[in-house]
């Protein structure tokens, strides 16, 4: 029988926390401060430590979380930054706002984050950075990058968007590099009820500067010390996130479980499965599989009532916008999994029968 299965469905999230919400929205009314207040302070105090960072930054998004980075780290023109193509396009389009030009080096065809392998090569005097993206939910090699910042003077900046909770060796990902990025659109792991951003630092003075940044530049009220935008994460959304990340676990643990399922049911299906490296915790913002015939696969779903994505089919290098920073270098895996790749219904709120009834219905699309 067709069921409904949503990508997301945001009505089962709130219903669960919805009185606690509602108390949250009503603290910030009733404080009377909606910007740069107490709840945002404590917020950036909360998530921080969850993270192991010493210091957060709520910025506005996670696009001008990655931007107010580079630019606190002086990233600028004649500046090269590593990065990877396979991504949503914030991750790329911050170097270009900061001036600077993105280099493209393929992904790991397992994990679909950055093959560390291929950095070294694509160096030259003008990079300043590499920018790791954790996608998925899955985080990439850091020690390997690491390894290849220090012996280069590269600064990181992890691009942890996708990845709220993610380990990395027992270590929460947002605490390894000179910076960790996150995002609080409502369909993260954590996310807020409109857009919201965050930066985990462990350095001091990469802190102030960013905070500096995300507020006019503003040393103090009316004297600015840098040229600064208006990034700030708002008192309101900073209520809602306060109230989810006390849920944070919970929901990734019940990710993790809903995807063992998944892989359960489909491991003999003609399709890849996620795959989770020794040195992770995979928390499954996205459940990709590949498939063969993925569009045909996708329409199948559909006719059966189930919501998919695909996360991305266009890689960034191949977008209009970005044309003119083409890579050199092939990226062969990138080109090949961008035409294959499938996101699956996974969240929280989702039952194990709708899980089987998800994987049934691949299981028919595929035989």
């Not at 063969?292 to 191949?318: E, M, W």
Request: charged content about 25%; hydrophobic content about 40%.
């Amino acid at each position: 029988m067709k069921r409904e299965i949503h990508f997301f469905d945001f009505r089962r999230e709130h219903a669960e926390i919805e009185q606690e919400i509602a108390k949250a929205i009503e603290r910030v009314f009733d404080s009377g401060r909606f910007v740069l207040g107490d709840e945002g302070a404590a917020f950036e105090t909360e998530f921080s430590s969850y993270i192991g960072a010493k210091y957060g930054i709520g910025v506005n998004s996670g696009s001008d979380a990655l931007f107010l980075t580079l630019k606190a780290l002086g990233i600028g023109a004649n500046s090269e930054v590593i990065t990877v193509s396979h991504t949503f396009v914030s991750t790329v389009d911050c170097i270009v706002r900061c001036g600077a030009r993105p280099v493209f080096v393929d992904v790991e065809p397992d994990t679909y984050c950055i093959n560390a392998a291929k950095i070294e090569e694509r160096i030259t005097e003008r990079t300043k950075a590499i920018l790791p993206v954790h996608l998925y939910g899955h985080p990439a090699d850091l020690d390997a990058v690491l390894k290849i910042a220090r012996q280069y003077d590269l600064s990181v900046v992890e691009d942890a968007c996708q990845a709220h909770g993610t380990e990395y060796k027992g270590k929460k990902v947002g605490s390894f590099g000179n910076a960790g990025c996150f995002s609080f659109y409502p369909v993260k792991n954590l996310g807020a009820y409109g857009d919201g951003g965050m930066v985990t630092t462990n350095d001091r003075s990469l802190a102030e500067r960013v905070k500096l940044l995300r507020n006019y530049g503003q040393s103090r009220k009316y004297h600015h010390d840098l040229v600064g935008i208006n990034s700030r994460l708002d008192e309101l959304q900073a209520a809602v996130l306060r109230v989810k990340l006390l849920r944070l676990d919970e929901w990734n643990e019940k990710r993790r479980r809903l995807a063992e399922l998944y892989k359960e049911i489909l491991e003999h299906v003609e399709v890849v499965l996620p795959s989770e490296r020794t040195y992770a915790r995979h928390v499954y913002h996205l459940f990709v599989i590949r498939v063969a015939g993925r569009d045909n696969c996708q329409r199948f779903l559909q006719k059966s009532g189930i919501q998919t994505q695909i996360h991305y089919p266009i890689p960034v290098h191949k977008q209009n916008a970005y044309m003119g920073f083409q890579s050199t270098k092939e990226l062969a895996v990138t080109q090949t999994i961008c035409g294959e790749i499938l996101s699956l219904p996974l969240y929280p709120s989702l039952t194990e029968e709708e899980i089987v009834y998800v994987g049934r219905t691949i299981k028919d699309a595929v035989s």
